[in-house]
C-alpha cells in the first residue's frame, strides 16, 4: 500500500483530473462542432507560457497559467477578428492563429532562453506521468497528515483548482451554455453576449489544457478533449448523461491508464511497463470505437 | 395610436462588397406580414439585421418605437429549421425552455413554473406527447413546431419568423397557421418570411416584398400585386397573386 501511495497515487490523482477536466470541457467542442478548437488552444497558449515564464523566471504553475490564459484570450479575439475580417469559416481560421501562435512561441523559447530550462521533447508530447511520486507518504495515515501532503507534486494543486473551477463553471452556467451550444443565434436574439460566454468558455478550456499539458503531454491533452465527448456524443441523446459523462469517462480512462501500465504487459508475459499517457491516449481511441461499432449495431436493429 | 411594431429607416446590409439589402425603409402595421421574394432577396437578412445578429452598415430599427436593446423583452425569433443541429441531445421541452432563460437568474435550475410555462407552449402547437422525445426523432414538421413553441414560450408582442412554413407536412401548416391567427386576435404582431404566394391572399394582412431593396409593401389587397410580384421575382412565369390563388 505504502508503494502504492508513493509511486502510483500522484500518478493516478493527476491523471484522472486531467481526463476528468478535459472529458467535461470536451463535450463542448464537440456540440458545436468546434474540436479543432481544442487542438488550437492548446497549441495557441505556448507564446504565453514562455512569457510567463521568461518574465518570473519560474518554473511555477501559476505565472505560466496566467500567461497561456493570456495567450488564449488573444487567440480567441484573433480567431474571431480574423473570421470576420477575411470571411473566412472557422476551420480556416483556428488553423491560421494556433500554427502562428505555436510558431511565435517556437521563437520566444529561443529568443528568451527558455529552451534551455528544461522543456524537454518527450515531456511535451507524453507528458511525466511516470515522474509524479509522493515519497513523504508512509501509508494510508499520510492522506490525512498535512505535513505529508504538502509534499505531493505542484502539478495536483493546478490540476484540482481547474477542475474545481471547470465543474463550477459547467454546473452553474448549465442553461446558457446549453443553449450557447444549441443555438447560438438565438442565445443572441434573447441579448446573450454570445462572444463573452465564447471567450469564457475557451479561457476554460485553455486552463484545462496547460493544467492536464504537464501532467500527460499536449497530444494527449487534445485525445482527452476529444475522445471521451465523441465516444459520449454516440452512446447518449441526454445532454447531462452526455456533459457529466464525459467527464467519468475521461477520469476513469486516466485512471485505466495508470493502473494499467505496469500490470498489462505483465499478464501478457512481456517484460516492460506501457506509457501511462500512451496507454490512455490508445484507450480513449478505442472507447470511441467501440462507441462507433455499438451505435452502428444498434441502428441496424 | 401606439408606436408601429418595426419601422426601419435607411437599412443597408453587405457581406463583405456585395450588398444584400439596401436603403431599406419599411413601417409594419399590427398584424401578419409576410416578406416575400425570390432566394437572395435578403429576406432573412432583414430578419437578422433587425435583430443585430448580423450587422448593418447603415440604417436603424426601432420596435415599438425602442430600440433593440430596450425592445428584447417584446420580441421573438424564430430561425430558419436548418440553422440548428437536431441531433444535438436535447429534449423538445429543453429547447421550448431555453426561451425562458431571460425571465430566470443565469445560473441554476429552471424553476418549475418556467418548465411548466415551457410545456404549455408545447401544448398550444399539439406537441404535448413528445415534450421528452430528443428533436432528432422528431419529423422536420414536429421539429418546426418546436421551433414556433419556443417562440411562443418569449411571450413576446412581435413575433419575427423565419420561414416556419417550408416544407412542412398539412397537418404542421394547419397548426401554424391556427397559431399565427390566434397571435393576431390576441394583438400580437408576426413578420414571417414566407415562400408560397398561394397562401398569402387567404392568411396574411400585409406584405414585404424584397428584391434587395423594397419593391412593394402594404395591406394584401394593394400591394400584392402582378406587377410588384413580376418585379420582385422577374416576371418568372406561374408565380404571379393570381395564377398563385387559380
Given at each position: 500500500?505504502?508503494?502504492?501511495?508513493?509511486?502510483?497515487?500522484?500518478?493516478?490523482?493527476?491523471a484522472?483530473?486531467?481526463?476528468?477536466t478535459?472529458?467535461l470541457?470536451?463535450?463542448?467542442?464537440v456540440?458545436?462542432?468546434?474540436?479543432l478548437?481544442?487542438?488550437?488552444?492548446?497549441?495557441?497558449v505556448?507564446?504565453g507560457?514562455v512569457?510567463?515564464?521568461?518574465l518570473?523566471?519560474?518554473?511555477?504553475a501559476?505565472?505560466?497559467?496566467?500567461?497561456?490564459?493570456?495567450a488564449?484570450?488573444?487567440?480567441?479575439?484573433?480567431?474571431?477578428?480574423?473570421?470576420?475580417?477575411?470571411r473566412l469559416?472557422?476551420?480556416?481560421a483556428?488553423?491560421?492563429?494556433f500554427?502562428?501562435?505555436?510558431?511565435?512561441?517556437?521563437?520566444?523559447l529561443?529568443?528568451?532562453?527558455?529552451?534551455?530550462?528544461?522543456?524537454d521533447?518527450?515531456?511535451?508530447?507524453f507528458?511525466?506521468?511516470?515522474?509524479?511520486?509522493?515519497l513523504?507518504?508512509a501509508?494510508l495515515?499520510?492522506?490525512l497528515?498535512?505535513?505529508?501532503l504538502?509534499g505531493?507534486?505542484?502539478?495536483?494543486g493546478?490540476l484540482a483548482?481547474?477542475?474545481?473551477?471547470?465543474?463550477?463553471?459547467?454546473?452553474?452556467?448549465?442553461?446558457p451554455?446549453?443553449l450557447?451550444?444549441?443555438d447560438p443565434?438565438?442565445?443572441?436574439?434573447?441579448?446573450l453576449?454570445v462572444?463573452?460566454?465564447?471567450?469564457l468558455?475557451n479561457?476554460?478550456?485553455?486552463a484545462?489544457?496547460?493544467a492536464?499539458?504537464?501532467a500527460?503531454?499536449s497530444?494527449?491533452?487534445?485525445?482527452?478533449?476529444?475522445?471521451?465527448a465523441?465516444?459520449l456524443?454516440?452512446?447518449?441523446?441526454?445532454?447531462?448523461v452526455?456533459?457529466?459523462?464525459?467527464a467519468a469517462?475521461?477520469?476513469?480512462?486516466?485512471?485505466a491508464?495508470v493502473?494499467?501500465a505496469?500490470p498489462?504487459?505483465a499478464?501478457?508475459?512481456?517484460?516492460?511497463?506501457?506509457?501511462?499517457?500512451?496507454?490512455?491516449g490508445t484507450?480513449?481511441g478505442l472507447?470511441?470505437?467501440?462507441?462507433l461499432?455499438?451505435?452502428?449495431r444498434?441502428?441496424?436493429? | 395610436m401606439?408606436?408601429?411594431p418595426?419601422?426601419?429607416?435607411?437599412?443597408?446590409?453587405?457581406?463583405?462588397?456585395r450588398?444584400?439589402?439596401?436603403?431599406?425603409n419599411?413601417?409594419?402595421?399590427?398584424g401578419?406580414?409576410?416578406?416575400?421574394?425570390?432566394?437572395g432577396?435578403g429576406?432573412?437578412?432583414l430578419?437578422?439585421?433587425a435583430l443585430?445578429?448580423?450587422p448593418?452598415?447603415?440604417?436603424?430599427?426601432?420596435?415599438?418605437g425602442?430600440?433593440?436593446?430596450?425592445?428584447?423583452?417584446?420580441?421573438?425569433?424564430?430561425?430558419?429549421?436548418?440553422?440548428v443541429?437536431?441531433?444535438?441531445?436535447?429534449?423538445?421541452?429543453d429547447?421550448?425552455?431555453?426561451?425562458?432563460?431571460p425571465?430566470?437568474?443565469?445560473?441554476?435550475?429552471l424553476?418549475r413554473?418556467e418548465?411548466?410555462?415551457?410545456?404549455?407552449a408545447?401544448?398550444?402547437?399539439g406537441?404535448?406527447?413528445?415534450?421528452?422525445?430528443?428533436?432528432?426523432?422528431?419529423?422536420?414538421?414536429?421539429?418546426?413546431r418546436?421551433?414556433l413553441?419556443?417562440?411562443?414560450?418569449?411571450e413576446?408582442d412581435?413575433?419575427?419568423?423565419d420561414?416556419?412554413?417550408?416544407?412542412?407536412?398539412?397537418?404542421?401548416?394547419q397548426?401554424?397557421?391556427?397559431?399565427?391567427h390566434?397571435?393576431?386576435r390576441?394583438g400580437?404582431?408576426?413578420?414571417?418570411?414566407h415562400?408560397?404566394?398561394?397562401?398569402?391572399?387567404?392568411h396574411?394582412?400585409?406584405?414585404?416584398?424584397?428584391?434587395?431593396?423594397?419593391?412593394?409593401a402594404?395591406?394584401?389587397a394593394?400591394?400584392?400585386?402582378?406587377?410588384?410580384?413580376?418585379?420582385?421575382?422577374?416576371g418568372?412565369?406561374g408565380?404571379t397573386?393570381?395564377?398563385a390563388a387559380a
Open positions: 500500500m505504502t508503494d502504492f501511495l508513493r509511486l502510483d497515487f500522484a500518478a493516478l490523482l493527476a484522472m483530473l486531467a481526463g476528468g478535459c472529458g470541457l470536451g463535450s463542448f467542442l456540440l458545436r462542432r468546434e474540436s478548437l481544442g487542438d488550437a488552444l492548446s497549441h495557441a505556448l507564446p507560457i512569457v510567463g515564464f521568461a518570473t523566471g519560474l518554473r511555477s501559476w505565472p505560466m497559467l496566467l500567461g497561456a490564459l493570456g488564449a484570450l488573444l487567440a480567441t479575439v484573433a480567431i474571431t477578428w480574423i473570421r470576420r475580417a477575411a469559416e472557422a476551420g480556416a483556428t488553423g491560421l492563429v500554427t502562428g501562435f505555436f510558431a511565435l512561441g517556437l521563437v520566444l529561443e529568443v528568451t532562453g527558455a529552451r534551455n530550462a528544461d522543456l521533447i518527450d515531456c511535451v508530447l507528458g511525466q506521468l511516470e515522474t509524479l511520486v509522493w513523504e507518504a501509508g495515515a499520510s492522506l497528515d498535512p505535513a505529508a504538502a505531493l507534486p505542484r502539478q495536483l493546478l483548482g481547474v477542475a474545481l473551477a471547470a465543474c463550477l463553471f459547467v454546473a452553474a452556467f448549465w442553461r451554455l446549453k450557447l451550444c444549441f443565434d438565438f442565445a443572441r436574439s434573447l441579448g453576449r462572444g463573452r460566454w465564447e471567450i468558455l479561457l476554460m478550456i485553455a484545462a489544457a496547460v492536464a499539458f504537464e500527460v503531454g497530444i494527449l491533452v487534445i485525445a482527452l478533449l476529444v475522445c471521451p465523441a465516444a456524443r454516440l452512446m447518449t441523446d441526454r445532454y447531462a452526455q456533459v457529466w459523462g464525459g469517462l475521461g477520469a476513469g480512462l486516466g485512471a491508464g493502473l494499467l505496469g498489462l504487459p499478464a501478457l508475459g512481456l517484460d516492460f511497463a506501457l506509457s501511462a499517457a500512451g496507454l490512455i484507450l480513449a472507447t470511441v470505437a467501440v462507441a461499432q455499438r451505435r452502428r444498434f441502428q441496424a436493429l | 401606439s408606436a408601429p418595426v419601422e426601419i429607416q435607411g437599412l443597408t446590409v453587405r457581406y463583405g462588397e450588398p444584400a439589402l439596401t436603403g431599406v419599411w413601417t409594419a402595421a399590427p401578419l406580414t409576410a416578406i416575400l421574394g425570390p432566394n432577396a429576406k432573412s437578412t430578419l437578422k439585421a443585430g445578429l448580423i448593418a452598415a447603415e440604417g436603424q430599427v426601432r420596435f415599438f425602442l430600440p433593440l436593446e430596450q425592445a428584447r423583452p417584446r420580441l421573438a425569433y424564430l430561425p430558419q429549421r436548418a440553422s443541429d437536431w441531433d444535438f441531445p436535447a429534449s423538445a421541452l429547447v421550448v425552455a431555453m426561451a425562458r432563460l425571465r430566470t437568474r443565469w445560473f441554476g435550475r424553476p413554473a418548465r411548466e410555462a415551457a410545456r404549455a408545447l401544448a398550444a402547437v406537441m404535448a406527447d413528445f415534450a421528452d422525445r430528443q428533436i432528432g426523432r422528431l419529423s422536420g414538421g414536429q421539429q418546426q418546436v421551433f413553441a419556443r417562440a411562443l414560450a418569449q413576446a412581435l413575433f419575427l419568423m420561414e416556419p412554413l417550408a416544407a412542412v407536412d398539412v397537418v404542421t401548416e397548426t401554424i397557421l391556427a397559431v399565427l390566434g397571435l393576431v390576441a400580437k404582431s408576426v413578420l414571417m418570411v415562400h408560397d404566394l398561394s397562401l398569402v391572399q387567404a396574411f394582412d400585409q406584405v414585404l416584398i424584397l428584391a434587395g431593396r423594397v419593391v412593394g402594404g395591406p394584401v394593394e400591394a400584392f400585386t402582378e406587377p410588384a410580384i413580376a418585379r420582385a421575382f422577374g418568372l412565369p408565380r397573386p393570381t395564377e
